[in-house]
């Protein structure tokens, strides 16, 4: 999908929201902007903030970790969580 935007005057420009959804980029996310070759890279950082174990942050930590997975280890680590939450659903 190849998207066109002009620069404004003081070089900015919108992601449009279609590209945002797509990489489930909000507002308030950090960005990270390289240059590689002749492009500009931009990606979302995903920070965590150390000793926070709201149910949210683990969440959001997971979900980032998973999105660089190869679908090998995504399978294994759906498994992996069905197995966990089946256990829970065992104890409680």
């Not at 404004?8 to 279609?18: C, F, I, M, T, Y």
């Not at 926070?52 to 399978?75: F, H, P, V, W």
């Amino acid at each position: 999908m190849s998207v066109y935007k002009i620069l404004d005057s003081q070089g900015r420009l919108v992601l449009p929201a279609e590209l945002r959804n797509q990489v489930d980029i909000q507002k308030g996310d950090i960005l990270e902007l390289r240059v590689l070759k002749n492009s500009i890279i931009i990606e979302k950082l995903n920070v965590v903030k150390l000793n926070d174990e709201s149910l949210k942050n683990m969440q959001n930590m997971i979900l980032s970790t998973a999105k660089k997975l190869d679908r090998g280890s995504l399978l294994f680590l759906a498994k992996r969580l069905v197995e966990l939450a089946e256990k829970e659903e065992m104890n409680d």
